[in-house]
């Protein structure tokens, strides 16, 4: 009887602690329904390129998000995150890139994290790292529009986000980066 108990104890600690540390991801509107604004992360990169057969001008990839924070449980901590971001050229000579990417990324470190994926093409989930990428071929930008990214955390340690573009013009590459960290 004993031995029983203390497997049944085992097992409940087992399922406990991988709850806790390991990440999960569900498609799923947010729960953070009552999550007031927590953190308003923005940032530009951007730097000089002189594209093959063009003249010099700018890349730069730019986000501006708003994490929410909600509280609705003794024990977990839940943030959803909305913004815009873009990646663009604003050159003339060529007037348009032979592809632009545009990756956003949203991070948190911590312990019991879940992470809310909305439905839609381009989105990934690499550990506690949600991303969206998108290619705009033939075109001088890039844009994203996002709304109800959410992650559930039991204890939050650390939060990033990043917008990165990568611009083609024939068989050369060029990449920006705009990054902030909580």
Known sequence: MMNRRRMYLAVAGALLAAAVIMPGAVLATSPCTHA???WTPSNQ???TITPPGGTANTIYARFSSTWKKDTFDPITICYSIAGTSRAAWTGTVP???TNVKLVD????DGL???VGLPPGAGFSIDGTTLSWETDAPTNWHNDHSFVDFWFKVVIPLGYWEQATGFFTFGGSSYNVNA???H
């Open 45 to 47: 990169g951007s730097r």
């Open 95 to 97: 007037y348009n890139a």
């Open 179 to 181: 990054y902030a960290q």
């Open 105 to 108: 990324q949203w991070h948190v």
């Open 112 to 114: 019991g994290i879940t």
């Open 36 to 38: 007031t604004t927590w």
